[in-house]
T-cell receptor, first 115, second 109 residues
Framework: ETGVTQTPRHLVMGMTNKKSLKCEQH?????MYWYKQSAKKPLELMFV???????ENNSVPSRFSPECPNSSHLFLHLHTLQPEDSALYLC??????????????FGEGSWLTVV | GQNIDQPTEMTATEGAIVQINCTYQ??????LFWYQQHAGEAPTFLSY??LDGLEEKGRFSSFLSRSKGYSYLLLKELQMKDSASYLC??????????WGAGTKLIIKP
């Protein structure tokens, strides 16, 4: 238990579906992140929120839409995805940024399969 | 470009010692992390190095040489539960976290 909870853990969706991934952190952190993890590839940072404000969007396609209603919750809205979007999506949080070596706390991830 | 290199997979024997290397070429350096990720689970923090030298934490130690762009994670007295992927990540000059692809460590009895 890392203090970061993600739901659902597994999701299978068609290319025309709309679904959402949810993340909740119980650590009082002010920064939250979405990462994509594909097999044998480095973690890809997708979005960063600091105090509910989006501070980074790493050229992510618009079919991925993040939402951060408060410092404890983060959503990733998915629509018209492609099969290559199938991956593990990890949510993470930190207190402050990583620049001072602050530990990143990850959720267990949502396994997404696009069919 | 920025690059983190780690071996894709390593195999070691229970009770032995294994060293997982990480070399990096990044625009600047502001620290290096090691994370452990068991299959199907969240990555969890192992160590953070910002100065040269060896940091020991129980059975795990992490070493950094900034001049060589090199770090290693040393695992002693290996246990079956150490079977996992080990991720190296570097903070660059823009305070962006650059991740390696991870090293899958397989422990055999």
């Amino acid at each position: 238990e890392t203090g970061v909870t993600q739901t659902p853990r597994h999701l299978v969706m068609g290319m025309t579906n709309k679904k959402s991934l949810k993340c909740e952190q119980h650590l009082g952190h002010n920064a939250m992140y979405w990462y994509k993890q594909s097999a044998k590839k480095p973690l890809e940072l997708m979005f960063v929120y600091n105090f509910k404000e989006q501070t980074e969007n790493n050229s992510v396609p618009s079919r991925f839409s993040p939402e951060c209603p408060n410092s404890s919750h983060l959503f990733l809205h998915l629509h018209t995805l492609q099969p290559e979007d199938s991956a593990l999506y990890l949510c993470a949080s930190t207190t402050g940024g990583v620049d001072s070596g602050n530990t990143i706390y990850f959720g267990e991830g949502s396994w997404l399969t696009v069919v | 470009g920025q690059n983190i290199d780690q071996p894709t997979e390593m195999t070691a024997t229970e009770g032995a010692i294994v060293q997982i290397n990480c070399t990096y070429q990044t625009s600047g350096f502001n620290g290096l992390f090691w994370y452990q990720q068991h299959a199907g689970e969240a990555p969890t923090f192992l160590s953070y190095n910002v100065l040269d030298g060896l940091e020991e934490k129980g059975r795990f130690s992490s070493f950094l040489s900034r001049s060589k762009g090199y770090s290693y994670l040393l695992l002693k007295e290996l246990q079956m539960k150490d079977s996992a992927s080990y991720l190296c990540a570097v903070i660059d000059s823009n305070y962006q976290l650059i991740w390696g692809a991870g090293t899958k460590l397989i422990i055999k009895p």
